[in-house]
């Protein structure tokens, strides 16, 4: 089973992710969590020039990059698990793509952004994906709480407003997307995470 978590930076996804973790573990089930980009040597080498690099990147260059690191990701690890049976967590997946580098940056069409994931991931879309959503303008105030921008998040407020409503769109599209509002307490929020897991868990 594959499970995705979505949302723009600040929406507290890591820290559901961790307890999603624990939840499932405890169950007895064999879980496996990778944050995308990255979760491989290779990716992670992408991540780092993704996140961190001081140059300019055209927004077709980094939608492939992304795409690449989810390429290595998807055939040397996700696909080998899910067949064993596990259950894979992801933090983000191509949504983030559809959102970020097709709404966010508005030079690539959507449905150009739309054919790169289906490459990428060889077609394999997740069993649930979990929307969190929060107000772009409190998620910077709960990032700037924790630690400095990378390159994504400098890219200013209009952009992720327009994620943040790409990520609607998309939402409203896909079934296999529930969006929660991630601006309660993160007790309800979890508890609202696992509510719908629940649905979808392999018996
Ligand atoms: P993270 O901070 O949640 O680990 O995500 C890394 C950053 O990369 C975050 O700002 C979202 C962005 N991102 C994209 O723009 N496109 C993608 O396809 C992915 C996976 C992440």
């Given at each position: ?61 980094e ?50 952004i ?29 990032r ?60």
């Open positions: 089973m594959l499970i995705s978590f979505e949302g723009i930076d600040g929406c507290g996804k890591s820290t559901h992710i961790e307890k999603v973790k624990s939840y499932l573990t405890e169950k007895g089930y064999d879980v496996h969590v990778f944050r995308e980009p990255g979760g491989t040597p290779v990716s992670e080498k992408i991540r780092d020039i993704l996140l961190n690099s001081k140059d300019d990147i055209h927004p077709l260059a939608s492939l990059l992304f795409s690449a690191a989810r390429a290595q990701l998807v055939a040397t690890s996700i696909r080998p698990l899910l067949e064993k049976g596990a259950i894979v967590i992801l933090d983000r997946f191509y949504d983030s793509t559809t959102a970020y580098q097709g709404y966010g940056r508005q030079v690539i069409p959507v449905p150009d739309e054919r790169l994931n289906a490459l990428a991931t060889q077609n394999l879309e997740p069993d649930l994906t979990i929307y969190l959503k929060i107000d772009p303008e409190m998620a910077y105030r709960r700037l709480e924790v630690r400095e921008e990378d390159r994504m998040e400098r890219a200013g407020p209009a952009f992720f407003q327009r994620v943040s409503a790409g990520f609607d769109a998309l939402a409203a599209r896909e079934q296999r997307i529930v969006a929660l509002d991630s601006s309660r307490s993160p007790e309800e929020t979890f508890q609202a995470i696992i509510d719908h897991l629940e649905k979808k868990l392999p018996r």
